[in-house]
């Protein structure tokens, strides 16, 4: 069974950074695409970022340039770092892989943004 778990999130204030981090069991990491969503109040789950098995990379538009995708296959973990961080991207992050055509999400950690 596939199981994530995310950790890292918190309060900073608006320019800050936070670093989150994914680990990942049950599946053969290093040959998975590893996602980032997050999910703010009353709004839809939105992706932000993926590295692929080949550590390819893509970013959503809103967050490119201050946020950084980054993955250790030795332990199995994905990281997001997030600097110059905006009230805007307060949510509830998730990580995210695929694996038989099934999605896995992880529990999600609040970031939470604000002065």
């Known amino acids: 069974q596939v199981q994530l778990v995310e950790s890292g999130g918190g309060l900073v204030q608006p320019g800050g950074s936070l670093r989150l981090s994914c680990v990942v069991s049950?599946?053969?990491?290093?040959?998975?695409?590893m996602y980032w969503y997050r999910q703010a109040p009353g709004k839809q789950r939105e992706w932000v970022a993926v590295?692929?098995?080949?550590?390819?990379?893509t970013y959503a538009d809103s967050v490119k340039g201050r946020f950084t995708i980054s993955r250790d296959n030795a332990k199995n973990t994905v990281y997001l770092e997030m600097n110059s961080l905006k009230r805007e991207d307060t949510a509830v992050y998730y990580c995210n892989t695929r694996k038989a055509g099934l999605n896995y999400w992880g529990q999600g950690t609040q970031v939470t943004v604000s002065s």
């Open positions: 049950g599946s053969t990491f290093s040959m998975s695409a």
């Open positions: 590295i692929t098995s080949s550590s390819s990379i």
